[in-house]
């Protein structure tokens, strides 16, 4: 004899656009708080004289995990922040500052930087995403103000023209986290 419920149930279903406003900022947020973590190891380094360039030991490998959190944590606000009809153009940003998150990661495991034709692999679509991802946000106030959008569009020059680039890292994510709001059709 099989018993019937009189209550369906739900069936699974994405994040509703409300809630992911509140997730991009919480992930932008954590963003902040790791690139300024890696923002203080870097200005340790500096006043200690030891080298942040070598990811598998010391200072190095205490800047590559924090960092990798903090990329992490900024494909999660992007993730979140995509409006639906342009989640596909979002993609690539997404991916790269997560391979880039996750590459960082395997670096601290292995002890030795990753491929050159795997780092830019990942550096080329993390850059072209966040170019496309800071131009697209921007249109119309679609999910950030103009300023915010040049900031995102520029966070892989920063990463490699910038002294001490974690603090304007997360004066970018800052920005993310203050002005992000969802599409009216997302």
Do not use: K, Y
Not at 5 to 17: E, G, L, M, R
Not at 95 to 104: E, N, Q
Not at 125 to 147: C, E, H, K, Q, Y
Not at 157 to 171: C, G, R, S, T
């Amino acid at each position: 004899m099989t018993v019937h419920s009189a209550t369906p149930v739900p069936a699974p279903t994405a994040v509703p656009s409300s809630a992911r406003p509140r997730i991009a900022r919480s992930a932008a947020w954590t963003a902040v708080a790791f690139l300024l973590a890696d923002f203080i190891i870097s200005v340790a380094a500096l006043l200690s004289g030891l080298d942040t360039f070598d990811h598998s030991t010391g200072l190095g490998l205490a800047s590559e995990a924090v960092a990798a959190v903090a990329f992490i944590a900024g494909a999660m606000a992007l993730s979140a922040l995509a409006p639906q009809r342009q989640r596909l153009l979002w993609l690539p940003a997404v991916l790269g500052l997560l391979a880039s998150g996750i590459v960082m990661f395997g670096v601290i495991i292995t002890g030795a930087e990753a491929p050159e034709l795997i780092a830019t692999i990942v550096i080329g679509l993390m850059a072209f995403g966040l170019l496309l991802v800071g131009i697209l946000g921007s249109i119309r106030r679609t999910v950030w103000p103009w300023w915010v959008g040049v900031g995102v569009a520029l966070i892989v020059p920063v990463m490699f023209f910038v002294l001490l680039n974690a603090i304007v890292l997360a004066l970018i994510w800052t920005g993310v986290a203050l002005t992000a709001r969802s599409h009216p059709r997302s």
